[in-house]
């Protein structure tokens, strides 16, 4: 899917209340449910380049966490990793699905490792693209927000989205297209995504990713990782340690892909899920 399309047809036109806040979600195709689950700090059409091979027979859904892209976004919003767990287990069972196959990337990966070992949600198979999921993780940037994030949410507009656009700009090993890198900032502009975007970061906490480490071995799935060589967020070592804690996990380098692998080699993903998917 082109990016110059994705706005047109990318669509979450469905609503979940989740705790009374909005969260949008979609779905394509029919068949057996396979759930993509996006990262920070995107939204779910991070998956407009691979989500669509799998709809012919495949029930193909996908939402934005809450906080992030259309899902709603409001002052003192607990955004964390200590709720996005929950958010998915309800979502799973509003859409009454049972052990779907899920595709996870970034935070979405602690989200759907939280569902699995704190919520009890089992999946058929879990699929893990460059994820937050062991310490230690956050970069300088992130902890400068943390200390900071009312100056930060003050900023003139003009130098916010100077950050946001360097920042993601950042997770890409290739340079990302103009239409590209519009998708993924759009969110996070205007007043409200500004303070959602500093809002985010300020949350994110390594105790989240702590409080799982010790049941990584106790997955009750089978586990493919995927990890871009050129990764500069979370160097590709922490991909190696983290498909050793979990027995029998299956791990594949992408060359020539950073953190955001969904827009450098989107075709690894599709080829690794037409393998692994059962």
Known sequence: MADKSAKVLWDLPHTFLFRDQSVRFGMIGSGRPLVFVHGTPFSSVVWRKIAPHFARDRSVYFFDLLGYGRSEMRDRQDVSLGVQNDLFSALLQHWQIERPDVVAHDFGGATALRAHLINGVDFASLTLIDPVAIAPWGSPFVQHVRKFENAFGQLPPYIHDAIVVAYIGGAAFQPLSPEGLDLYCA?????????????????????????????????????????????????????????????????????????????????AIVAELKSFLI
């Open 187 to 267: 969110p996070w502009r205007g007043e409200a995504g500004q303070a959602a975007f500093y809002r985010q970061i300020a949350q994110m906490d390594q105790r989240f990713t702590d409080e799982i480490a010790g049941g990584l071995p106790t997955i009750r799935c089978s586990v493919s990782i995927l990890w871009g060589e050129e990764d500069q967020w979370i160097p590709i070592e922490r991909g190696r340690k983290l498909a050793s804690l979990i027995p029998n996990a299956r791990f594949h380098s992408v060359a020539r892909a950073g953190h955001l692998v969904q827009d450098d080699a989107p075709e």
